[in-house]
């Protein structure tokens, strides 16, 4: 009997967006697989989130990893075909922007298997990055797209997706973000990691920032300037490690590098920290949530609600001793804001939906 559901999931960010659904559908009674692509391979990069967001199993894992993106989106096409001819799942559900997104979007838009995006119509306008074309075209092959803030509508819109398949759901990342507050713990992460005082956090590893010397450099002077005023941790991605090295990382001081963290190990040292430092999606709408100042070292964003309303800014490298003083100087206790539907229950409603074309694709 064929699965009414497959999820498909690669890499790190996926997982906390996919634990909601899984979740939600589960308590549904829908048979549902969980396909593993393999593009984050390491036990820190993606078991750990397993164990953190009690996700089950994967029924599947096809151990496709690294790889240029034509070697990694080929390897993915290749191995998601054989998955999906086998189980022919009536939908197949997809997270954000990465390349297993997209690879099992084209598989399954050609195998005739329906597909629903989740995290659609988010746009940094910004080609050059690898996420906007996955976005894209993602979008325009889905044939259920759910939408985490009100921008995306208007993208889609812009791009003629029909209004029928758009559904605006909240943002699922969101959810396992509220989910888990009593589990973030910032004193005993502070005792881990050796922090007495304030301290900050920072994550870099887009290729805008570390694929470069001379990008990477820049990196380093950011992570410089705020040492200046924090102390720093920096849970370091594998991608960059050896470029941000040779440019001169592991001599600032004051900068304590660390392995890829848990999900909850990581949320715990975001929370306690007097701001953030990233280039990540994700970590834009967690610290929006949580109140913690963020400073995204990029010249743009797929995620303006996180400036708007939230606590981001972007930066580069020149004007990270600026901001950084802005925010220590700012006064303490500013209300947050927290974007519309990110709430907590978006993977209900996502489930709700895909339930719901479900009974209608056997009625
Ligand atoms: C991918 C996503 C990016 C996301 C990021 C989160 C794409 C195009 N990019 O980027 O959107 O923000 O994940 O982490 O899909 N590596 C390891 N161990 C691992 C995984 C990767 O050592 O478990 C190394 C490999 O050398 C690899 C490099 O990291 O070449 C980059 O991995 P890759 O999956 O190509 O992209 P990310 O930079 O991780």
Not at 30 to 48: R, W
Request: net charge negative; aromatic share 4%.
């Amino acid at each position: 009997m064929p699965p009414a559901v497959t999820h498909v999931v690669g890499a790190r960010p996926n997982f906390m967006k996919a634990a909601p659904v899984v979740a939600a559908l589960g308590r549904m009674g829908v048979e549902q697989t969980l396909v593993h692509t393999g593009q984050h391979y390491d036990d820190e990069m993606s078991k750990v989130f397993f164990r953190d967001l009690a996700i089950p199993t994967p029924d599947v894992d096809l151990g496709v990893g690294a790889g240029s993106h034509a070697e990694q989106t080929a390897a993915l096409l290749i191995a998601l075909e054989r998955t999906l001819l086998s189980d022919r799942p009536a939908w197949l559900v997809v997270y954000g922007d990465v390349n297993s997104t997209l690879a099992a979007t084209l598989v399954a838009s050609k195998l005739g298997i329906r597909v629903a995006h989740v995290e659609a119509g988010l746009r940094s306008f910004d080609r050059t990055m690898p996420e906007e074309v996955n976005r894209i075209v993602s979008d325009a092959l889905a044939d259920l797209l759910f939408v985490t803030s009100p921008e995306a509508l208007v993208h889609l819109g812009h791009e003629g997706v029909a209004a029928h398949k758009v559904h605006f759901s909240g943002n699922p990342m969101i959810d396992t973000l509220l989910g888990n507050l009593d589990r973030f713990d910032v004193e005993s992460v502070r005792d881990r990691h050796d922090l007495r005082g304030d301290y900050a956090l920072a994550t870099l590893h887009r290729p805008g920032n570390v694929d470069a010397t001379d990008a990477a450099a820049l990196a380093v002077q950011a992570l410089r300037e705020i040492t200046q005023h924090l102390p720093l941790v920096l849970p370091l991605h594998p991608r960059g490690r050896g470029r941000l090295r040779s440019a001169g990382i592991e001599d600032v001081a004051d900068l304590h590098i660390t392995p890829p963290l848990g999900y909850v190990e990581f949320v715990s040292l975001m929370r306690g920290a007097s701001l953030v430092l990233t280039d990540s999606g994700g970590i834009q709408e967690e610290t929006t949530v949580l109140g913690i100042p963020c400073l995204t070292l990029r010249p743009n964003t797929e995620r303006p609600i996180t400036i708007h309303q939230g606590t981001n800014r972007l930066v580069d490298a020149d004007g990270v001793g600026r901001a950084v003083k802005e925010v220590l100087d700012a006064p303490a206790g500013r209300p947050v804001s927290v974007p519309p539907l990110w709430d907590g229950k978006a993977g209900e409603r996502i489930a709700a939906v895909i339930g719901g074309a479900l009974v209608g694709a056997t009625a």
